[in-house]
């Protein structure tokens, strides 16, 4: 697996909305990046706002492991 980390690649982010509970970590964590529709679920505005580290930061403190980073190759780097 690709670490992001060492990279200055940007990520690509995905939300897994039958994953999603709407805990809101996300949006507590990148109101830049996330917010939860009427549905409750959370839905990506604009990633760019935020680096890398932060992407991988809120991906991780996601309970359903809904957000999915892939890196410039498409390459799946979290979960």
Do not use: W, Y
Not at 20 to 44: M, T, Y
């Amino acid at each position: 697996m690709v670490d992001p980390r060492r990279s200055s690649r940007t990520l690509r982010v995905h939300i897994d909305r039958e994953r999603c509970i709407g805990s809101e970590n996300c949006v507590a964590s990148a109101p830049s990046v996330f917010r939860l529709d009427a549905e409750g679920k959370a839905v990506l505005l604009d990633p760019s706002t935020v680096d890398v580290e932060a992407l991988l930061l809120v991906a991780e403190i996601c309970p359903t492991e809904a957000i999915i980073l892939e890196d410039g190759a498409g390459n799946q780097v979290f979960p």
